[in-house]
């Protein structure tokens, strides 16, 4: 199994502009996290679906952060406008059963 | 608000000696319990979970729970230097299918 797939890897933009990561999940997996891991904050759960549906999205910061996952081998967390406290490494997860969830490699976001 | 707390470290052990990690969570209503390793740079990666009170052994990590204490530990056995990693503890309410809430991790130091 490949894993979950995360894309970028890496991202550079400047504040203002829009950013959208991607995530491909393991085959047969039925939830998917999304993450923020900060050296301040740790890892923060932002978002999660169960069979593609969000359950859970308290934990995104604002407004300016949505998540989609049209279908379940595929999710989007898009920030719109992005600002500089908005670098981090997001990282996409998912599980089937209850032992466990899977990272992906993540994606280092800099906004400057 | 559900909190995960670990000593941040750095937990210092030589090779070959036993390192022992600790983390306390706040939420009675834990259920599900898991370990997570995450090295320099790379992504966290599952090591190990526990639902029940009591020892659970796999290899040379051994995780214990005791739930009226609201304590979950881990100990590794024979530490090798590749041990070298920042150990994350992370709880849900419920299985793995429930966005984890993680501690800040603690930084293990194996020394040759």
């Known amino acids: 199994d490949a894993g979950v797939i995360q894309s970028p890897r890496h991202e550079v933009t400047e504040m203002g502009q829009e950013v959208t990561l991607r995530c491909k999940p393991i085959s047969g997996h039925n939830s998917l996290f999304w993450y923020r891991q900060t050296m301040m904050r740790g890892l923060e759960l932002l978002i999660y679906?169960?069979?593609?549906?969000?359950?859970?999205d308290s934990g995104m910061p604002e407004d300016r952060f949505s998540a989609k996952m049209p279908n379940a081998s595929f999710s989007t967390l898009k920030i719109q406008p992005s600002e500089p406290r908005d670098s981090a490494v997001y990282f996409c997860?998912?599980?089937?059963?209850?032992?466990?969830?899977?990272f992906g490699q993540g994606t280092r976001l800099t906004v400057v | 608000q559900k909190e995960v707390e670990q000593n941040s470290g750095p937990l210092s052990v030589p090779e070959g000696a036993i390192a022992s990690l600790n983390c306390t969570y706040s939420?009675?209503?834990?259920?599900?319990f898991f370990w997570y390793r995450q090295y320099s740079g790379k992504s966290p990666e599952l090591i190990m979970f526990i639902y029940s009170n009591g020892d659970k052994e796999d290899g040379r990590f051994t995780a214990q729970l005791n739930k009226a204490s609201q304590y979950v530990s881990l100990l590794i056995r024979d530490s090798q230097p590749s041990d070298s990693a920042t150990y994350l503890c992370?709880?849900?309410?419920?299985?793995?299918?429930?966005?984890?809430?993680f501690g800040k991790g603690t930084h293990l130091i194996i020394q040759p």
């Open positions: 679906f169960n069979n593609n549906v969000p359950i859970d």
């Open positions: 997860a998912s599980s089937f059963d209850l032992h466990g969830a899977f």
């Open positions: 992370a709880v849900s309410e419920g299985g793995g299918a429930d966005g984890l809430t």
């Open positions: 939420d009675r209503g834990s259920q599900s």
